[in-house]
């Protein structure tokens, strides 16, 4: 129903305006505001109503695998894995400082249980055939001057930083936020991120020391009545499952603080779908991705070594030192991706309608 208003000629002889004698008007059309009813029926709808748009969220493992594809496009989009390569041989560089300082000093603190499991962790870890040339700089006691024990040390720490300043520098190519940190101030955080790499380290290892004494004391005070063999092999079944648990965690735990202190410092967007976890809370992904690509690529790797792969016939004697490096760069690889996944959720979460 709405209101129509009429437009009517004033030409009836009792309006004012008519003009008897000529019968003309005196204007030709007066507006006389009358509005009348009018009953009309609503629009018939002609078009069919648009369904609704179905929306499916993808289950949990499908989002991380989509994520972790995109994290490897942007790794090489970024050029992370040619700064790898870098990274690569700057840890080939120090490892063997760093390993003639550790033995170093676990020998002037007659550490001889420490330095077992280290021998006994890199013989489980790296790949076969470079365990014999890393373990020798364990036990090589041979007397040494003392400046040359803390040149060693000093050599140690810098190449290590080295390592670790290509890191940081793929860690910004990942974020794509500019290096605006001093060479000073870049070289100071980079010996910072080696300590704070050591420390969860020695921790992990002083944790199996005591587990290794308790597992000892253990079998030790077996009662005579049990069977000490099938106890005895409970113990080392649950003990060995432990200790992955412990280097599972210790690995998370030393990249997620690579990931939070790598790279510079960048400003707390708030997402758009409402508020967001802190920065040190948006690390742990990507770590924990990275650890576990690591421990299968290190697996496949050292299958790869001792099934398929003939280095000796190319590279003779340097076979050894060969495949340390290839070891060496594909974790870099893997540490790039771990830093990428955690920069595209980031990205991602910064969309509109992003959950």
Not at 214 to 239: F, G, K, M, R, Y
Request: proline share 6%; with cysteine; glycine share 6%.
């Amino acid at each position: 129903m709405f209101l129509r208003k009429h437009k009517i000629s004033a030409k009836d002889p009792g309006t004012p305006g008519y003009d008897r004698d000529t019968g003309r008007e005196d204007v030709n059309e007066r507006e006389i505001g009358m509005f009348e009813t009018v009953h009309t029926s609503p629009p018939q709808q002609t078009a069919l109503k648009r369904p609704e748009p179905l929306i499916v969220e993808p289950s949990f493992l499908a989002r991380n695998f989509w994520l972790l594809r995109r994290a490897v496009m942007a790794a090489a989009e970024d050029n992370c894995f040619s700064i790898s390569k870098g990274a690569a041989y700057s840890f080939l560089l120090s490892l063997f400082p760093v390993l003639t300082t550790s033995a170093y000093l676990l020998v002037q603190a007659q550490a001889r249980l420490e330095m077992h499991v280290l021998s006994a962790f890199i013989r489980e870890v790296v790949p076969p055939g470079t365990e014999d040339l890393l373990i020798s700089r364990l036990y090589d006691h041979s007397a040494k001057p003392i400046s040359l024990s803390i040149f060693t040390m000093i050599i140690s720490v810098w190449a290590g930083s080295g390592a670790m300043m290509s890191l940081m520098e793929g860690f910004q190519a990942a974020y794509r936020v500019p290096s605006s940190r001093a060479f000073l101030k870049q070289r100071a955080m980079a010996v910072f991120l080696l300590f704070i790499a050591a420390i969860p380290s020695i921790f992990a290892s002083a944790l199996i020391i005591i587990g290794s004494r308790t597992e000892a004391a253990l079998l030790h005070w077996i009662p005579a009545d049990l069977d000490p063999q099938e106890i005895s092999v409970s113990v080392n079944v649950v003990w060995r499952i432990g200790r992955y648990f412990i280097a599972f965690g210790t690995i998370t735990l030393v990249t997620g603080l690579l990931y939070y202190f790598g790279p510079n410092h960048r400003p707390e967007h708030r997402c758009r779908s409402g508020p967001r976890a802190s920065r040190f809370a948006r690390v742990w992904p990507g770590a924990i991705v990275a650890t576990v690509l690591w421990l299968l690529s290190t697996a496949g790797f050292a299958w790869y070594v001792g099934h398929l792969a003939h280095y000796n016939i190319f590279y003779g004697s340097l076979q050894a030192v060969v495949v340390l490096l290839i070891w060496l760069y594909l974790i870099a690889c893997i540490a790039m991706i771990g830093c990428e996944f955690n920069a595209e959720r980031e990205r991602i979460d910064e969309l509109p309608g992003s959950m």
